[in-house]
C-alpha cells in the first residue's frame, strides 16, 4: 500500500508537549507514542524517516533560542534520519524537503506530527501538489484546543478535509501493515 514511502514527522518538538512556552498539544502523550510506534515501524522495515522542524524567528515559541526547540525525545531523529527546518506552516514552503525526497527517490509520503489543521495539513497537500503519493497517520497527529473533545473534532475534520482533497488517512497501525 504505501509503496517507497518517507516518513514526515512533522513540528514534534518538546515545546509543543511541556506547556511551558505554549499550550500543550492535546493528550500528546498519548500523540507521542502513536508516532514513536509509527517511527519505530518504519525503521523496522528500514524506510527513509524525514523530521521537519519549525525554526521560527529568535525570541518566538519554536525559534532555536526558546525552551524546547528540540525534537522531543521520545520521537528524536537517529542514525540516518534527516532534518529539515521550516519557517512556514508547510514542510514543503521555502524548505529544502522537496529535493530531499527526491534524492530518496521515493514516491509518496506519510504525514505525521502536529498542529493538525496547520502544518500536517498543509504539508500533506502541498506533498499532493508535488505528484507524491500522501497517507496522513489519521491517528497520529494532533492540536492545540480548549478541550479534549474540541481537539477530536479538529483532528477528524482535517482527517476527513484531506481525504476529500484525495488524500488517505489511515490509523497507523494499518499504515504499517501496508508497508511489510
Known sequence: MTGNAALLVIDMQEVAFDGRVTPPIVDGDSLLRTVA???EGWRAVNRPIVYVQTSAAPGQPY??????????????????????TKRHSSGFDGTELAGVLERLGVT????????????????????AGLGLNVWVAADGHGTVAPTAAEAARIVSGTNAQLERAGISARPVERLLSGAR
Open 108 to 127: 509518496g509520503v506519510i504525514t505525521c506530527g502536529i498542529w493538525s489543521q496547520f502544518c500536517v495539513a498543509n504539508s500533506s497537500r502541498d506533498a
Open 37 to 39: 510506534r509509527l517511527i
Open 63 to 84: 525559534a532555536r533560542d526558546v525552551h524546547g526547540w528540540r525534537i522531543h525525545p521520545d520521537v528524536a531523529p537517529v542514525g540516518d534520519d534527516i532534518v529539515v
